[in-house]
């Protein structure tokens, strides 16, 4: 049986998540490297960096909230594009992630090693193994860690933004671009990796209460305060210090501060930083292994990444083999880290604007996202194309590393993960549908039915039972009078629950001449008291080219008969207003002409907006 995790996270913790992993090495290292090719106008590379995230961040958004679950992206690019390329890019976003905490606690350990004469590899590492223990205790824990980190460091971030911002020097950001524009597109790729732990929300989805409305409200809400950080951070850094004291910083900001706060910024900026690190390291161990432990679980890595700690309730093998690589990356050059890291992220982004444009186009049934991108497809499309714009501009190294992971990922997906995984996918409803041909057999819609169920604590009541067994009466098109209908239904109720088709038609026809059986316009529903003991059953008829009524009435297209014994009589009014609240959806009738098969109208019902009444 499938390990599954505990909703324990809320808006500030993830919001703290998302924005600890955003601050780290991206403000407090990359500044100094980055401004060596651009200049002042640095400012800007951050500015298109987190424009480009928009189009990817929005995507991911409305994806994890229609599949809230652990391993983020890995997940919803298996279940859109296939396991083939879902191994590929978990293994990458899990060791670009992996990178980007190596690339934290390195940072970390510069500052350390001014203070304590230690080799900063060997500092590094056993930083990260506490970080792996903190990891294995517990995400409330972590989760708790993250908000302590992140509220302390924006203040101190708020404080260098408000002294530092009267110090600005003219001299020192004119002229504004002295590299041309060409440096300045091409360094959004190296510092892409700054906006990085706007993926490591989805990694941890399926542990977030309230995952459809906590998900887009503390994405966007740390997107929007860290950008605001990043570009005043920036611009009050360039305009504080002389190029020949920038570039090539690696403590730009603690230099910074040093410039108008003196000794007592320097290190009150340098706490700054290695709290920044420290949130970075910690988000990014927690969530990378959620991409192990969503691998393991579709049986395209070992089930030893799998295992849940019977005592807290985390995948400690997964954080433990991420530590273990970690602190291996940790003797890779800066640069090449941030480039590899960034490049992964880029690629990553991308397929997140790929997979919403294919999930959107299929149509799968059951796909149901609380949050909607705007501006589709233009969006997903302009991403797309800004995506691969800025993979040109990224170094050879980085490309050569990422190109040796997607290797390898297809590799070992061939080898093993291909024996022990069998999966549908959203690209196979787009070509089924595009072709006409049949490739599905429901799987997909079945495990998003049940993502959905888990991600709105669905009760279990009696309509959802009744619902998911209910008969389907598809009408062919040669059936348009109320007449043929009942008769048509009639027959199939007689050979379903053994009552006579004459008494049922006759039944159906005297209730409709007595009074209106329309529910709202299209949709109508009748009954039929039968002398049995503890019957009750639901028939739905759909009509696509609709029911003539002799009355001049609206045509119907969605017919509901409740069958019921005397003794069940009761349950004929929650049935009732149960759908009737289910077909006020604006978008019921679209969908209930849409749907292809009987299960799909099942679930039409089954996962439609209504009250719902526990049997327990």
């Not at 002389?242 to 090539?248: D, F, H, R, T």
């Not at 290190?267 to 709290?275: N, P, V």
């Not at 849940?308 to 995948?315: G, K, L, V």
């Not at 079945?446 to 009466?473: N, P, W, Y």
């Amino acid at each position: 049986m499938n390990a599954v995790m505990t909703r324990r996270l809320g808006f500030l913790d993830v919001f703290s998540i998302t924005s600890g992993a955003m601050i780290s090495s991206g403000l407090f290292i990359l500044p100094g490297i980055a401004y060596a090719y651009t200049g002042p106008a640095l400012v800007l590379s951050y500015f298109i960096a987190g424009l480009a995230t928009v189009a990817g961040m929005l995507s991911t958004v409305e994806i994890v909230t229609a599949m809230p679950m652990a391993g983020g992206n890995y997940f919803f690019i298996t279940r859109t594009l296939g396991p083939a390329i879902g191994t590929v890019a978990g293994l990458l976003s899990w060791f670009s992630l992996a990178l980007k905490s190596s690339f934290a606690l390195a940072g970390l350990s510069i500052f350390l090693v001014l203070a304590v004469e230690m080799n900063y590899q060997v500092a590094a590492a056993i930083i990260c193994i506490a970080f792996v223990g903190i990891n294995i205790v517990g995400t409330r824990e972590t989760g708790r860690l993250q908000v302590f980190l992140v509220g302390f460091l924006l203040a101190l971030m708020l404080l260098y933004v408000g002294l530092g911002s009267t110090r600005v020097q003219g001299e020192n950001i004119l002229p504004f671009v002295p590299h041309g524009w060409l440096p300045v597109f091409s360094t959004a790729g190296l510092i892409f990796v700054s906006y990085g732990g706007l993926m490591q929300v989805a990694s941890v989805a399926e542990e977030i209460r309230d995952p459809g409305k906590v998900i887009p409200q503390a994405m966007i809400a740390a997107f929007v305060v860290i950008l605001i950080f990043y570009l005043l951070m920036i611009f009050t850094t360039t305009g504080v210090l002389a190029p020949g004291e920038l570039s090539g910083s690696l403590t730009p900001i603690s230099t910074g501060a040093a410039a108008f706060m003196g000794r007592t910024g320097t290190a009150a900026m340098s706490a700054a930083a290695i709290l920044a690190f420290v949130s970075t390291a910690n988000a990014g161990i927690m969530t990378a292994s959620r991409y192990l432990f969503s691998l393991s679980r579709d049986n395209l890595l070992p089930a030893f990444f799998g295992v849940m700690n019977s005592r807290f309730q985390t995948p400690h093998r997964a954080v433990a083999a991420t530590g273990i690589v970690i602190v291996a990356t940790l003797f890779l050059q800066l640069e090449i880290l941030a480039e590899a890291a960034s490049t992964v992220l880029i690629l990553s982004y991308l397929l997140s604007c790929l997979s919403l444009i294919i999930l959107r186009e299929s149509r799968i049934f059951n796909y149901h996202p609380v949050f909607r991108a705007p501006w589709y497809p233009a969006l997903p499309v302009a991403g797309i194309a800004g995506y691969v714009l800025l993979l040109i501009g990224v170094g050879w190294d980085a490309a050569i590393i990422t190109g040796i992971l997607i290797a390898g990922g297809l590799l070992f997906y061939w080898i093993y993960g291909k024996l022990r995984s069998e999966r549908e996918y959203a690209l196979l409803h787009l070509v089924e549908r595009m072709s006409d041909r049949e490739l599905t057999r429901g799987l997909l819609e079945s495990e998003l039915k049940r993502i959905v169920i888990d991600r709105d604590d669905m009760q279990c009541d009696i309509f959802g039972e009744m619902a998911e067994q209910a008969t389907v009466i598809d009408l062919p098109p040669s059936v348009r009078s109320l007449r043929a209908m009942f008769e048509l239904i009639g027959s199939q109720v007689e050979a379903r629950f053994a009552l006579d088709a004459r008494t049922i038609e006759g039944a159906l026809a005297e209730r409709h001449v007595k009074e209106s059986t329309v529910l709202q316009p299209g949709c109508a529903i009748s009954d039929i008291v039968i002398e049995k003991n503890g019957f009750f059953e639901v028939v739905m008829a759909r009509s696509r080219e609709g029911i003539h009524q002799e009355d001049g009435g609206q045509d119907i297209h969605a017919f509901f008969l409740l069958v019921t014994s005397r003794d069940r009589r009761n349950l004929y009014l929650m049935a009732v207003s149960s759908i009737a609240q289910i077909i006020q959806d604006p978008a019921f009738e679209r969908q209930w002409l849409s749907a292809r098969s009987p299960q799909q109208l099942r679930d039409l019902l089954v996962l439609g907006g209504r009250r719902r009444v526990c049997t327990l």
